[in-house]
């Protein structure tokens, strides 16, 4: 645990200097500050549209730094080779993976929080008064990044950077269509792409289950059931996608 | 008998790059043993498989086959790991990290006591000489205080096994001093030190021994003085009372001196001159083996693999 502790501070710490973090933070507050100006248009409803754009905007903005951030952070060490000093000293290959996991976990959880406590600001600010149910939302977006960050790091210690982020992408958006991808296997006329779509289905976590924005936004009740199976869920998913890292790490050639 | 730090027996290793580029064998066999205390010299020509060599014994490359152990342990062991202190090729380090920042964070990693890393921090930057450059950003440092500080998170955990890639490549030549005055100091810590090198004369100035590797196999392993002893190509032969140009052996050149001559011989005609100044009554003064450099043994050896 330790090797692991300080590799996710030194990960944490790495993030905290790279301008791009600031960027993206930057970005979500804008779209925060201004969903004032969307919700004019809807008479009635500013509370509403305010939390479901910042909300949307705390999804995307947050998917953009654990895409960039995993591939940069993870990729960065393997081909700048900081990674030999560290395996070179008493730690293993799995507790780097693990290490550089959970630090870009705290980058996401640090961000996340700060984006969130600013949406409630505002959402109060604008006379939306105080939604604590705004906190459930954005902390499952959390779990989804959470999936999401296990997967970027898998494609690091499978391909190169580039395609680390376009995999990484993919997944996210795969992830979000997966209600269609099931129904298109219905629709689907030919066998060889019934599977495809079917093998994809599978392979892709459904992100949607994730996804309690539209409750919050709309006073709509949230059973326990759904927030229990969508954290068993992801917890499962980031699971098996770390191990899959880490079993692919363990015999790669550092060169 | 002494005592073993290092063995590495029959390894083998191929890259296979990609799809379409054909596979690379690195390693074909190379074995070796360092014992503990000295300072072991890792000498070829670049692509022979040093590097890669060291790779696998600090774990970054994974073998096809073949056997590594450190102090007798398995080379991937924690055990094993923690009596290594490892500087690569080049200095890849942390460059958002300032150097003391970097040297805490290798003590935290080498399981060093919360209350001891201070200490050995600074000692440590002390020793590679960087104590007032330490709360500088490392982007901002020249390749020499890169390597600098590259060898400190080496020498940070009190390594047993020193393992050095290229110690003085890109260092100016007081750099290249104090790394070699710091190799000679771990010796008298007992400390073993193995460290490649295609600069001969760091090899030959600091090692106890050394080996020779040519691609990915070991030509030769022993004392610097030793292998070129072995390698001797002419005798030059100093001789009285006969005009050595009247000598019938071919002889490589010929001086005549006022009071002696002598000539240059091949190693297998040596006798044959031997015996024709004895029957024509010269008087032999003196027969010395001409013994190749280091440089030129390893020449010879990459021509032979090469044909």
């Known amino acids: 645990m330790r090797a692991i502790r300080i590799i996710a ?48 905007g705390i999804q995307f903005f947050l998917m953009l730094i654990a895409v960039m951030m995993s591939v940069i952070l993870v990729s960065r060490e393997i081909d700048s080779k900081t990674v030999y000093y560290l395996l070179a000293k008493p730690v293993r290959r799995w507790q780097f993976l693990l290490g550089k996991y959970a630090g870009l976990i705290l980058v996401v959880l640090v961000n996340l929080v700060l984006m969130t406590v600013i949406l409630v600001f505002f959402v109060w ?24 960050i296990a997967f970027a790091v898998l494609f690091s210690v499978l391909t190169k950077p580039i395609l680390g982020s376009v995999f990484t992408l993919a997944v996210f958006v795969v992830g ?70 880490c079993v692919r790490f363990e015999r790669r050639d550092l060169q | 008998m002494s005592e073993v730090q290092l063995r590495i027996h029959d390894l083998w290793k191929t890259f296979h790059p990609g799809l379409f580029e054909s596979s690379v064998e690195v390693l074909r066999g190379l074995s070796l043993e360092v014992d503990k205390g000295e300072i072991f010299g890792f000498l070829g020509p670049n692509g022979a498989g040093k590097t890669t060599t060291i790779k696998a014994v600090t774990g970054l490359v994974i073998p096809d086959r073949g056997e590594i152990s450190i102090a007798d342990q398995p080379h991937d062991s924690m055990q094993a790991k923690r009596l290594i202190g490892f500087m690569a090729e080049s200095p890849y380090l942390y460059t958002y ?7 805490r ?5 080498l399981e060093i ?9 600074e000692s440590t930057l002390a020793r590679v000489s960087m104590t007032d450059r330490a709360d500088r950003k490392m982007r901002t440092f020249s390749k020499g205080m890169l390597q600098r500080i590259a060898l400190g998170q080496a020498l940070l955990g009190d390594p047993q096994l ?3 890639d290229e110690p003085m490549s890109g260092l100016d030549p007081v750099g290249r001093r104090d790394v070699r005055d710091i190799i000679l100091e771990q010796k008298d810590r007992g400390v073993t030190v193995f460290f490649s090198s295609h600069i001969i004369p760091d090899v030959e100035t600091v090692c106890d021994r050394v080996a020779t590797v040519i691609a990915g196999s070991v030509r030769g392993i022993g004392a610097v ?35 002696a001559a002598w000539v240059r011989v091949d190693a297998e005609r040596r006798d044959t001159l031997i015996r024709e100044l004895a029957d024509r009554g010269a008087r032999l003064v003196s027969l010395t083996p001409v013994q190749s450099s280091l440089e030129e043994l390893l020449l010879r050896q990459y021509e032979e693999a090469a044909s």
């Open chain 2, 162 to 164: 020193l393992i050095l």
């Open chain 1, 125 to 148: 600010l604008y006379g939306g008064g105080f939604d604590p149910r705004l906190f459930l939302a954005t902390g499952m977006i959390g779990v989804e990044m959470a999936v999401l």
């Open chain 2, 225 to 259: 003085r030793e292998l070129i002893a072995r390698e001797v190509e002419s005798y030059e032969v100093t001789f009285t009372d006969l005009d050595p140009k009247s000598v019938t052996t071919p002889v490589a050149s010929v001086h005549r001196g006022s009071d």
């Open chain 1, 9 to 56: 501070v030194n990960t944490f710490r790495e993030a905290l200097r790279d301008r791009v973090l600031y960027l993206f933070l930057g970005f979500a507050i804008l779209l925060m500050a201004s969903s004032k100006i969307f919700g004019i248009l809807t008479v009635g409803e500013q509370d509403k549209i305010i939390k479901d754009l910042g909300l949307a």
């Open chain 2, 97 to 103: 990290l300032t150097g003391r920042e970097y040297l």
């Open chain 2, 113 to 121: 006591e919360s209350a001891e890393i201070d200490d050995r921090v």
């Open chain 1, 176 to 245: 979000h269509l997966s209600q269609d991808l099931w129904l298109l296997t219905r629709h689907l006329p030919g066998s060889l792409g019934r599977t495809l779509v079917s093998v994809l289905y599978y392979l892709v976590p459904n992100f949607e289950r994730f996804n309690f924005k539209t409750e919050v936004v709309h006073q709509l009740p949230i059973p326990a059931a759904a927030i229990g199976l969508a954290l068993v869920y992801g917890c499962f998913f980031t699971g098996l996608v770390l191990v899959l890292a």
């Open chain 2, 105 to 109: 964070f290798s003590a935290e990693l």
